[in-house]
């Protein structure tokens, strides 16, 4: 499995998790960024941090995980990006600090020169701002990748006409049940959750519609067939925070090595499960990253 020459680009925020009795570097595409390159990739993360402690705590993490920070700006004026982490029965409920340096994306500076890149990953947080929508239209005119966008729902900072823009763009797309249940017309909750996935998928012509739904599985829709497959069993969950940005991080390596449906469902399932069993959303021992790639490789079928 030879990932690295694959270099996609990631757009949107970093921050801290603030959690009662300490803080953990996070955001989803961020994460979804760490994760690739201890999967072995060299993506391109495109963000902003203040010039502030925890801006400099980002660019020294990225420095030590070997993640190159050329597309990190940084904001003279706007705090590096905070959330607070309360958790409810072990789900996290988050309190999102507006005006942050991440909400100031520009799309005028000079990066290096981008990538042959496979694929350009986004969330939705991030595009609470204008300046962060232009940025991003930016990116994908200059680089042409195919968009692989995660719904990340947080109100009050979307609404549905940006979504379905955003799906009509994309050719890959990931979501959670709540997030299904919020952008599926109303007309059709009655349906099948396997109907209104494929509904989705076709209406708004998307390669790989994914939908997380925790410990019920996850499914996929593809070529208007829908798989389903079962989460993988946790004994000691800890926190979910970042499990679907993991989740994400699997699919796309899946989908950049053409991954059979099913396998990649079961080994984004069988990630994010790791993820649970710790506090935060990373993990920083690159050898537990390279065990799982020497297992894909030994063990499951394509």
């Not at 570097?25 to 060299?42: D, E, K, Q, R």
């Not at 402690?53 to 004026?77: F, I, N, P, Y």
């Not at 710790?278 to 021992?285: I, K, P, S, V």
Request: proline share 5%; hydrophobic share 40%; aromatic share 8%.
């Amino acid at each position: 499995m030879s990932l690295q020459s694959s270099t996609p680009l990631i757009f949107g925020e970093v921050l801290y998790d603030i959690f009662p009795d300490q803080s953990v570097l996070g955001g989803a595409p961020f994460n979804v960024c760490w994760h690739l390159a201890g999967f072995g990739l060299t993506p391109l993360f495109i963000s902003r941090v203040g010039r502030d402690k925890l801006g400099e705590q980002v660019l020294q993490s990225m420095h030590d995980w070997g993640v190159a920070s050329a597309g990190v700006q940084r904001d003279e004026t706007h705090p590096t990006g905070r959330v607070c982490v309360s958790l409810r029965q072990g789900q996290p409920h988050y309190h999102i600090e507006e005006n942050q340096a991440y909400d100031h994306i520009t799309p005028d500076l000079h990066y290096p020169p981008y990538p042959n890149t496979p694929l350009l990953y986004h969330g939705t947080l991030a595009l609470r701002s204008a300046t962060n929508r232009n940025a991003l239209h930016h990116l994908l005119a200059t680089t042409q990748a195919p968009c692989f966008v995660d719904l990340n729902l947080r109100a009050p900072w979307w609404d549905t006409e940006l979504i379905c823009a955003l799906l009509k763009r994309c050719r890959w797309a990931k979501m959670n049940a709540a997030e299904l249940d919020l952008i599926t017309p109303s007309q059709s909750t009655q349906c099948s959750i396997e109907e209104r996935i494929n509904h989705l998928a076709t209406c708004f012509n998307i390669d790989h519609l994914i939908v997380t739904c925790g410990e019920n599985g996850s499914y996929c829709a593809h070529q208007s067939d829908v798989v389903f497959h079962p989460s993988h069993a946790i004994t000691n969950v800890v926190d979910t925070v970042g499990a679907g940005d993991a989740f994400s991080a699997v699919c796309i390596i899946g989908l950049l090595q053409n991954w059979a449906t099913a396998t990649l469902l079961r080994r984004a399932s069988q990630f994010a499960a790791r993820i649970c069993t710790q506090r935060g959303a990373l993990l920083y021992d690159q050898q537990e990253y390279a065990d799982l790639l020497q297992q894909w490789d030994g063990t499951d079928d394509q």
